[in-house]
T-cell receptor, first 117, second 114 residues
Framework: AQKITQTQPGMFVQEKEAVTLDCTYD???????LFWYKQPSSGEMIFLIYQGSYDQQNATEGRYSLNFQKARKSANLVISASQLGDSAMYFC??????????????FGAGTRLAVHP | NAGVTQTPKFRILKIGQSMTLQCTQD?????MYWYRQDPGMGLKLIYYSVGAGITDKGEVPNGYNVSRSTTEDFPLRLELAAPSQTSVYFC?????????????FGPGTRLLVL
């Protein structure tokens, strides 16, 4: 069965520093996708970044990058140059099966990030 | 585009009451989803739809029903509210494309069942 594990309930980082949020996954399907979402205190879910299982390079989107280590089944989110507005809950999610299917997402329990000035 | 909109934002129900959570998207997305998020947890899929007239169960469908008569709307029905249904409900939509098409979420509906 597919599973997503986020082992860090909470993280602290100083403003302008980089932070890594951990995510490990478990699946027997060779085709899958990994997503990161941000949930600020206002509650909405904001899509940040995506990595496909067959993608050769790590995904990057602005200050966000995904450190994809397929053999270790990890997909850690790296936020560079943290900003106060990055304080939020972060969820790692996995799509089971090929892209283009109905795309059920399985979510981890989340990591709460606090950025200190 | 408004994206994905949900109404109401907040509702209190008594045990045994019924209600419909509304979800509308204006992006012409084929896929739509309903999730619930319990306190301190990730999201769990309740129901999903791959197009008008087609729906299927997710991980936690008990106590809920859905319908999809149009591409835009995907309402979620609670027939007999129970305290276990106290949660935040998110609707999401996605276009059919290959690759990493993300699901786009509505702002959520906070439901309290007393």
């Amino acid at each position: 069965a597919q599973k997503i594990t986020q082992t860090q309930p909470g993280m602290f980082v100083q403003e302008k520093e980089a932070v890594t949020l951990d995510c490990t996954y478990d699946t027997s399907d060779p085709s899958y996708g990994l997503f990161w979402y941000k949930q600020p205190s206002s509650g909405e879910m904001i899509f940040l970044i995506y990595q496909g299982s067959y993608d050769q390079q790590n995904a990057t989107e602005g200050r966000y990058s995904l450190n994809f280590q397929k053999a270790r089944k990890s997909a850690n989110l790296v936020i560079s140059a943290s900003q106060l507005g990055d304080s939020a809950m972060y969820f790692c999610a996995m799509r089971e099966g090929r892209a283009g299917g109905y795309n059920k997402l399985i979510f981890g329990a989340g990591t709460r990030l606090a950025v200190h000035p | 585009n408004a994206g994905v909109t949900q109404t109401p934002k907040f509702r209190i129900l008594k045990i045994g009451q019924s209600m419909t959570l509304q979800c509308t998207q204006d992006m012409n997305h084929n896929y739509m989803y309903w999730y619930r998020q319990d306190p301190g947890m990730g999201l769990k899929l309740i129901y999903y739809s791959v197009g008008a007239g087609i729906t299927d169960k997710g991980e936690v469908p008990n106590g809920y029903n859905v319908s999809r008569s149009t591409t835009e709307d995907f309402p979620l029905r609670l027939e007999l509210a129970a305290p276990s249904q106290t949660s935040v409900y998110f609707c999401a939509s996605r276009q059919i494309t290959s690759g990493g098409a993300a699901q786009y979420f509505g702002p959520g509906t906070r439901l309290l069942v007393l």
